[in-house]
């Protein structure tokens, strides 16, 4: 490391080391200098000229953005000349600038408006007419205001740079210039919002929350992302129990401030107008709205007239609900109900994997590795499109540290804009075309390897087989479908896998094997769609699910519970790589229970003594039970994210490859929430296309 | 082609081809000592040429007057990559009409000098950057270079010396910008001329982030005789500090507008009464724009002057491009400056807010005047505006925008003056939103 | 689409200039030389140099809006750009400009019905010393007075 560099601002000393720029060493040593166009982690500018300062022997005031620290440099950003320059580039600014703060969407929460305050041009002096353009709409998300764009080109450079797309440009010269989006007067792209979220001004707006609310009129809560397995955090802005907006400009969780579309704009199914806000109860053949005693009655009768008659339960939970109702449910079916059939959809076989690196410390990467990793290899995965913060980290390591990445995949992936190599091999053929890249990948220094389900059973053990066999330390993620996919693993719900994947006495039935059983008595489904492809063999079994609509299992259920989502319970919740994070309750939606409390009212109808069905309660018994969820509790209380290491040893149950099948959905799809999105269902064009194009070509 | 009568007080050093019957083929050249230098720079070392190029006190002749021989000297040695040569061929200052004849006249200079830094930095392909405008001059710098492969004085092993070089042209697209020597670069590359941040400079990470020896066509055409008859021959016929001739192009009330090539020094009082054979239709001077529309205006009184990149630097202007565009005494200063702001506001790129808004809020303040419809306050709001711009713009476009404006609001401030509305009731403060609205 | 065959060995030459992988370097050329052949930048030709280039029509675009040659709608077969810039405003070049706008009865940047004639005002075309200046497609005009304007137009739109 090189020495650190001395200097002085404002008269301060200042310490920082070789390289790192004027503007990033004053805000570390707690001196402001306003920005509007510089953006960490984005390509530099010079362009709105905010960051102006003096530095002692240059004639000139300087951008601060672009000049890196000097050996004794004095510099100044409190003289009234800095002073002058700061408020004549925003009265240049203000100019063409609408002032209509009042009405304007971003009023309150504008970068324009708080550095006026700030540091003057409060009084007009243009008296000239304004230029003027209509504002545009360019897809169901995004909306675009020119006049009140100041080209800090932000939004261009999230774009290409961030999330790889290229869909946002500069057209015309001079005070014309504006931005344009890639279809001429439309946008096709992954609409993920990344270019409104980071947009200084009310330029870009977005279509869901825009002349809705004040911002400071809402609740903020940070939870974490319901739809893919990432475990971003999104900020939920929430007022009379409605979610009218999702962001994450506070960058703290494991995703800084990416998110995608399903994080930031796919909440909607909360209020779809078909969500379920009644139990409902069959009779006479007709599901009708009942009580809640009334249903929880029925249910509790019934379980108890199967169990106490020896008879045959299935238990399908889910990969959407918390680590807590997880952990109970698998209690109440093993020890309420006196059955091992349980079970879950399973999208990757981490169970194979963690059995393949036993003995082995440190092989599961963080999301947080991928930024950093000298090199990753992504195996049978459409990662842009599945796994949409884990391709981001990946871009970004490349793009800040010019890290490798190899690619084996069944077809053009976006990766491959970047990718040192990429490699489109068969189904079946993945681990062939690796071992094609043995030399390369021995000269690297470190290696994570992300692999979809393309790799299970025996494939994860010789994958895991090669990565040994290159003497370079690597680590691996399991890509999974959902926002706790992981946990479920974790918590059990599998047969024969008890939490933190210790045997269970017994085994029990799959999930088809339920379906398909001759003598069921009752299939207990939560948060699951089980009979959407597939069908009950028995007519006469009792069905009863917990569901948020009348899906196609709900659909043939007995009762129906009306549930919670996400957003509106707490609890914790794992991500595709361990990593365990809490959820916040953003709102209370009329008639729903969360899937815990349902439980626990069964649980007491029935007798049952499985210990309170209180989240804290049952994530402290899981901390003291499952071995590497005894995370730290103050990362978790203050949003942060814990990596867990659920098990160091063999894991003694087969791991049933041929039910591992993942959803395969899209940045656009979701599993049964993606079907009651209609922002997700809005957007038509596919972005499929731009992975061929040009996108950053020199 | 000339398009004006030569002058006798000229002294023809890259203009001195320009009167010989088929001047720009490769045979009038050849014929008279043409591809010589190269022959004798090629027995040179390349610091030796370098040396050769700073005894000789040549300044960049596109505008900035930096000295070349400094500027070659900042290309480093064995670069792993490419080293580049970049001719500025986007002549677009206004008042500024030379480069076109040093390429129509005699394209073989050109090419000499490009190949001479060749030698110099080890480069071994150049390309001309000529602006789109002028189209009818890649025509001639094509066959120039067509000529020059076929009688292998470009290509690989050159006349034998072992030496390489390709030359291509490019075309510019109309963009004023482009003349900004890092814009240019974005463009050669097939962008947007924006400006590069900078360091890194061209010498360094210039085309393809390659190291890159950007120069005018002048400076490049100078080079030639520099080599050929020494650096201090050249260097003599200026003033100290300020080597060799520079090709003027005098515009406006004068009797003999034209482009003559004059050593540096030579007194501005003179190029107009002497050279351009003295103000139109007997009217007295008012003012001067030196070295094309980015420089600060001279009064007529200021204009006994040697002109020389030192000299103008003291009477707080620039020989920039040598565009001198001369005004009579009926000169409208606001609608000069109206002009030339509006020029200004259509090329800025856009990048940068002072520049981006800063032109186009004056454009439309300098209007007003125009039209009888300014304020007296507006007066200290246009001096202001143009200097909240001066040196805070991402490139020098916000310069010289803020430059001349500034210059003619203090100079000529009883014009501006003249122009307020007076009228009581017509337009006045009270009332000015209600109006413009 | 492809251009004449002229314009294709043109650009065939011209995307082997620059050093390797940096082919989008021919952009601005191929855009000009495309737009004298087919009249405007359509967005068949967008698309088409697009593709050549290996980058996105966006990209194109992008370019085409800096340029003030570049334009994607046709214009006169003789494009009259009269320079209204300082040499020329002091020699009579926007009494010129106003000349040969009541004359064609045309605007800044207008195109006549028939398609012979459009007109510019436009910035400094490097002309100054011969001021006031006129380019005509390509060519220069130099020391142009309304009478000489009429006579080149009026020759113009017989040759036409």
Redesign the interface.
């Given at each position: 490391m090189a020495d650190p560099v001395n200097l002085s601002i404002d008269g301060r000393a200042v310490q920082a080391p070789a390289g790192t720029l004027l503007i990033d060493a004053a805000k570390t040593a707690g001196i402001e200098i306003p920005a509007f166009c510089y953006y960490e982690g984005l390509s530099l500018q010079a362009a709105c000229r905010m960051c102006l300062v003096e530095i002692e022997k240059t004639p000139k005031l300087q951008a601060s953005c672009t000049i890196p620290v000097g050996e004794g440099m004095i510099v100044r950003t409190d003289s009234p000349i800095v002073a002058a320059a700061r408020k004549s580039m925003l009265e240049f600014l203000l100019a063409n600038h609408p002032l209509d703060c009042p009405v304007c969407d971003k009023g309150g929460e504008c970068e324009l408006q708080d550095m006026v305050f700030r540091y003057g041009a409060g009084e007009s002096r243009f008296t000239e007419n304004k230029l003027h353009v209509d504002e545009k709409q360019w897809s169901p998300v995004v909306f675009f205001d020119a006049p009140r764009c100041i080209l800090c080109y932000r939004c261009v450079r999230i774009c290409n740079e961030g999330m790889g797309v290229g869909a946002l440009g500069i057209v015309n010269r001079g005070v014309i210039s504006e931005i344009a989006p890639n279809e001429g007067d439309h946008l096709n792209c992954d609409e993920c919002g990344a270019c409104i979220d980071i947009c200084p001004v009310g330029a870009l707006t977005s279509g869901t929350y825009r002349y809705q609310t004040r911002p400071w009129e809402m609740n903020h809560v940070g939870t974490i992302c319901t739809h893919c397995s990432n475990g971003c955090k999104t900020t939920l802005g929430v007022r009379n129990d409605k979610i009218i907006r999702g962001n994450n400009r506070d960058r703290s969780g494991v995703n800084g401030e990416f998110l995608c579309i399903k994080g930031r704009y796919a909440f909607d199914f909360t209020e779809n107008p078909e969500r379920l806000q009644s139990p409902l109860m069959r009779i006479n053949g007709k599901l009708e709205p009942v009580s809640w005693s009334r249903a929880l009655l029925t249910v509790a009768q019934k379980f108890a007239e199967v169990k106490n008659r020896g008879g045959k339960f299935g238990v399908i939970g889910s990969n959407r609900t918390t680590n807590e109702e997880n952990y109970y449910l698998q209690k109440f079916a093993r020890q309420g109900l006196g059955t091992q059939n349980l079970d879950h959809h399973r999208s990757g076989d981490l169970t194979t994997l963690l059995d393949a690196i036993s003995g082995k410390m440190a092989a599961l990467a963080t999301v947080s590795d991928l930024y950093k990793t000298k090199a990753s290899l992504v195996i049978g995965a459409d990662l842009a499109e599945q796994q949409p913060l884990l391709a981001f980290q990946l871009r970004a390591n490349f793009r800040h540290h010019a890290s490798h990445t190899y690619t084996v995949t069944n077809g053009p992936v976006r990766e491959r804009k970047y990718a040192i190599a990429s490699i489109v091999a068969n189904p079946g053929e993945e681990l062939k075309a690796v071992e094609t890249l043995r030399d390369r990948l021995a000269k690297e220094s470190e290696l994570v390897i992300l692999f979809g389900d393309a790799i299970k059973g025996d494939a994860v053990r010789k994958l895991v087989a090669f990565g040994d066999s290159l003497g370079i330390p690597v680590k691996y993620v399991c890509l999974v479908d959902y926002s706790n996919s992981r946990g479920a693993v974790d918590m059990g719900l599998v047969p024969g896998l008890l939490p933190g994947y210790r045997a269970a006495a017994t085994s029990g039935l799959a999930t088809h094997e339920m379906l398909a059983a001759p003598d069921l008595d009752v299939l207990w489904v939560v948060g699951a769609n089980p009979l959407k492809n597939a069908k009950l063999a028995l007519a006469n079994a009792f069905v009863v699910v917990h569901e948020m609509f009348l899906t196609e299992t709900a659909e043939r259920a007995d009762i129906v519970f009306p549930a919670a989502s996400a957003y509106e319970k707490e609890g914790t919740v794992t991500n595709v790589t361990g990593e365990v994070q809490r959820l916040k309750k953003a709102l209370k939606v009329m008639g729903t229970k969360s899937d815990l409390e349902i439980f626990g009212l069964i649980a007491k109808e029935m007798h049952l003594d499985l210990g309170p069905a209180r989240h804290d309660a049952i994530f402290d018994e899981m901390r003291k039970t499952i071995r590497g969820y005894n995370v730290p509790l103050p990362v978790i209380a203050t949003g942060g994210a814990a990596q867990t290491s659920p098990v160091n040893g063999r894991v003694p149950v087969e791991s049933r490859p041929d039910l591992i099948q993942s959803a395969r959905d899209t940045l656009f799809t979701s599993g049964s929430l993606g079907r009651y999105s209609k922002m997700l269902n809005s957007v038509l064009e596919h972005p499929a296309g731009l992975y061929e194009s040009g996108v950053n070509t020199p | 082609m000339i398009y004006n009568e030569p002058s006798p007080l000229e002294v023809k050093v890259l203009t001195k081809r320009f009167l010989l019957e088929n001047s720009a083929s490769i045979d009038t050249y050849l014929a008279t000592d043409g591809y010589k230098a190269f022959l004798k720079a090629r027995e040179m070392t390349p610091d030796a040429i370098i040396a050769e190029v700073k005894i000789s006190n040549l300044r960049g002749r596109g505008g900035a007057g930096f000295p070349t021989g400094m500027k070659w000297s900042f290309v480093p040695k064995n670069s792993p990559k490419p080293t580049y040569i970049v001719v500025n061929a986007d002549e677009s200052e206004p008042g500024t009409c030379k480069d076109r004849l040093l390429m129509e006249n005699d394209p073989h200079q050109l090419l000499e000098g490009m190949l001479i830094a060749g030698l110099a930095t080890n480069a071994h392909a150049g390309y001309i950057y000529i602006r789109g405008e002028y189209r009818y001059l890649i025509d001639i710098m094509d066959k120039a270079i067509a000529e020059a492969y076929a009688k292998g004085w470009l290509g690989n092993n050159i006349q034998d010396t072992g030496f390489d070089f390709e030359c291509y042209t490019q075309t510019g697209a109309g963009a004023y910008e482009c003349g900004e020597e890092s814009a240019l670069l974005e463009s050669l590359e097939g962008k947007r001329g924006i400006p590069r941040i900078r360091p890194p400079f061209p010498a360094v990470a210039g085309a393809w982030q390659s190291p890159t020896v950007l120069n005018n066509v002048e400076t490049f055409c100078a080079i030639p005789p520099i080599i050929l008859d020494g650096g201090q021959k050249f260097a003599d016929l200026g003033t100290p500090r300020n080597g060799g001739t520079k090709l003027v192009c005098i515009s406006g009330h004068v009797n003999k507008p034209g482009v003559y090539e004059l050593p540096l020094g030579f007194n501005l009082l003179r190029m107009i009464n002497e050279v351009a054979g003295g103000m139109r239709g007997g009217k007295k001077l008012k003012a001067v724009i030196p070295g094309g529309s980015s420089c600060p205006l001279l009064k007529a009184e200021e204009c006994d002057l040697p002109m020389d990149y030192d000299s103008l630097a003291k009477a707080k202007s620039m020989l920039g491009s040598g565009g001198l565009v001369i005004m009579d005494e009926d000169t409208d200063m606001v609608k000069a400056a109206l002009r030339i702001m509006k020029f200004y506001a259509h090329e800025s790129c856009g990048w940068c807010i002072p520049c981006r808004e800063g032109t186009t809020w004056l454009k439309k303040m300098l209007t007003r005047f125009d039209e009888g419809r300014g304020q007296s306050s507006d007066i200290n709001l246009i001096g202001e505006l143009a200097k909240n711009m001066l040196g805070r713009t991402f490139c020098p476009l916000g310069d010289a925008a803020a430059l001349p404006t500034i210059s003619i609001v203090e100079k000529f401030r009883e014009e501006f003056e003249a122009k307020l509305v007076v009228a009581a009731g017509s337009y006045s403060d009270e009332n000015r939103f209600v109006q413009i609205a | 689409m492809t251009f004449s065959p002229e314009l294709e060995a043109k650009f065939a030459k011209m995307v082997t200039?620059?050093?390797a992988?940096?082919q989008?370097?021919?952009?601005?050329?191929l855009?000009?030389y495309a737009q004298d052949e087919v009249g405007a930048l359509t967005q068949e030709v967008i698309d088409e140099i697009?593709r050549r280039?290996?980058?996105?029509?966006?990209?194109v675009?992008?370019?085409?809006?800096?340029?003030?040659?570049?334009h994607k709608k046709p214009q006169g077969k003789y494009h009259v750009q009269v320079c209204?810039?300082?040499?020329c405003?002091?020699?009579g070049g926007e009494e010129l400009y106003h000349h040969a706008a009541r004359k064609l009865g045309l605007g800044h940047k207008q195109t006549a019905a028939d398609g012979v004639f459009s007109l510019e005002e436009v910035?400094?075309?490097?002309?100054?010393?011969?001021?006031p200046a006129v380019?005509i497609n390509?060519?220069?005009h130099?020391h142009v007075t309304p009478e000489k304007l009429d006579q080149l137009l009026d020759g113009l739109r017989k040759v036409q």
């Open positions: - | - | 200039i620059y050093p992988g940096r989008r370097s021919a952009l601005i050329p855009l000009l697009a280039l290996g980058i996105t029509p966006l990209q675009d992008e370019v085409i809006g800096y340029y003030s040659m570049l209204t810039n300082i040499s405003l002091l020699t910035e400094c075309i490097g002309a100054c010393s011969w001021a380019q390509y060519d220069f130099h």
